[in-house]
């Protein structure tokens, strides 16, 4: 039987976390149940998308004879990486992990979207940018000749870098951050369903409406501009009664 270990160690001598930021205290979250109640593909699980940040981003895909996602492909300066939370008739594997290109094309991934009981619920986690610019891009090719119809780039230059442009996305002090893929995503889908957007230049095909709704990021970003009004909305209600306090 070993001796036990008497020696003194001093705690400046052992590897040492630092303590969390205050300002981004740490949090877990349960992703079945918090994408259980979602808007939208693409929920960032977490408050913080700031510059360095670790973004961890939900999706449900789900078949069904209605089901319509459309296909697109994404460009990304930063990198993604994808867990899938469960699967079943899709071409993703439950408990898959794979690190996407920074060009990816992004569809459901069912194996057929239109059979009821298919489902995929994914994680795709981007690491924001350091420093420097960030950027990104939603693409569009058309559905008969595969010549790109539809190119929308956007900045996405998170908060914390010389770059970032609150006004873009609402107001310095809102609450909650628009969160700059959504945003993006949203407009590619309106581009894209517009008589110009849908009409292929090489070919003339007229292409599909892309189903926007399906994806709903349209919803989260109107949903977080409600939110962020809300939220000044009370605190100019409150302010005679703060100022009234204070006398």
């Known amino acids: 039987m070993s001796e036990p270990n008497t020696e003194t160690v001093l705690l ?21 149940q918090r994408m259980a109640q979602a808007a939208a593909q693409l929920v960032p699980l977490f408050p913080y998308d700031h510059a360095g940040a670790i973004v961890p981003c939900g999706n449900v895909l789900i078949g069904g004879p209605e089901a319509e996602y459309g296909h697109f492909f994404h460009w990304n300066t930063v990198n993604e990486v994808v867990v899938v939370y469960g699967a ?33 619920v994914i994680v795709v986690t981007q690491h924001q940018s350091e420093e420097g610019d960030q950027s990104e891009a939603l693409i569009a090719r058309c559905q008969n000749c595969k010549a790109e119809i539809v190119r929308h780039e956007y900045d996405a230059t998170p908060f914390g870098l010389p770059g970032y442009d609150a006004a873009r996305y609402g107001s310095a002090d809102d609450p909650v951050h628009q969160f700059a893929t959504t945003v993006g995503s949203a407009t590619f889908a309106d581009i894209r369903n517009t008589d110009e957007g849908r009409t ?31 939220y000044h ?14 006398r």
């Open 12 to 32: 400046e001598e052992t590897s040492q976390i630092p303590p969390p930021n205050p300002d981004r205290e740490p949090l877990k979250v349960n992703v079945y």
């Open 88 to 120: 079943h008739q899709s071409m993703l594997a439950t408990g898959q992990i794979m690190a996407t290109q920074n060009l990816h094309g992004v569809n459901s991934y069912l194996r057929d979207q239109k059979e009821a009981g298919a489902y995929a």
């Open 200 to 230: 292929c230049k090489e070919c003339g095909h007229v292409n599909t409406p892309f189903p926007g709704a399906r994806w709903g990021w349209a919803r989260q970003v109107a949903q977080t501009t409600a939110v962020n009004a809300a």
């Open 233 to 246: 909305s009370l605190r100019e209600s409150a302010q005679p009664a703060l100022e009234e306090v204070g």
